[in-house]
């Protein structure tokens, strides 16, 4: 099945969304929940799987419904189909801040490995699946288990980062440490593995755990500053435990202090 070929652009900063142009009978595929507005000509249909023509019949869409159930997505994507006459836009938005990449499969040779909830939309055609880590220290200790997706075709796929993003090109026996959750997305000929960070007293007090992950050439890798696990623990650990923030516990303190000391100074009115 030959892919649908869009136009696009990015707009924003730090909250990022992308708006597709479609001409008339093309069509774009979401993720559920990334709608973000499109013009009255464009219908939208819930279908299993991503849609594409080797998910058709029952048995390919429950594959492929399978498959996005397996990377923690929802068993349906939307298809955005353009039913007018004249070219319409459907925009979609990224779920946390930080960027959207916009992957031409086509110039990757046909497929990119991404973490697990980055893909965001595609040009009909792209075919969403799953990766397996064969290494076993991968799948443990890699951020991202022994499944991650894999976008295959050749055309416009869009992927979301958190915070920053940086894309490497790494020659062929160049090597890369990073994070183990800062890899958002990575060709296939890059080899990926787990290196222990190498002293005890780092690993348990460098605040980078255990391990770091290491990337060896040839291809390209696409890195985030962010990882949305580490801006999640920051905002667990900054919320307040005990019921009520710290303004609102300060507030009924000042209250509660404000009316006893009242009472003693101002005494009875008798």
Not at 77 to 91: I, L
Not at 110 to 124: M, P, T
Not at 192 to 214: N, S
């Amino acid at each position: 099945m030959a892919m649908d070929v869009v136009d696009y652009e990015t707009k924003g900063a730090e909250m990022q969304f992308v708006e597709v142009e479609l001409d008339p009978g093309e069509a774009a595929i979401g993720e559920a929940g990334s709608l973000f507005f499109m013009d009255a000509g464009v219908s939208m249909d819930a279908v299993f799987g991503d849609g594409s023509q080797n998910q058709s019949g029952f048995f390919g869409k429950l594959l492929g419904a399978g498959k996005r159930l397996i990377t923690g997505e929802s068993l349906f994507t939307t298809v955005y189909t353009n039913q007018g006459s004249s070219k319409a836009k459907v925009a979609f938005g990224a779920p946390y801040p930080g960027k959207i990449i916009a992957m031409d499969l086509k110039q990757m040779g046909g497929k990119v490995i991404c973490q697990r909830d980055s893909f965001l939309c595609a040009a009909r055609g792209v075919q969403i699946g799953i990766h397996f880590q064969q290494k076993i220290g991968v799948g443990f200790f890699g951020g991202e288990g022994f499944i991650m997706q894999k976008l295959e075709g050749d055309g416009l796929a869009f992927v979301h980062s958190g915070g920053t993003v940086v894309k490497r090109s790494l020659q062929p026996g160049q090597t890369l440490l990073v994070d183990t959750g800062c890899l958002v997305a990575h060709t296939p000929n890059v080899d990926f593995e787990i290196q222990y960070v190498g002293k005890i007293k780092t690993a348990l007090f460098g605040g980078e755990g255990l391990f770091l992950a290491k990337l060896s050439g040839p291809g390209d890798v696409w890195l985030q500053s962010l990882p949305f696990s580490r801006l999640a623990s920051r905002i667990f650990a900054a919320a307040p435990q005990t019921g009520g923030g710290r303004a609102e516990q300060a507030g009924l303190g000042g209250l509660a202090a404000g009316g006893l000391l009242g009472g003693i100074l101002g005494g009875d009115d008798e």
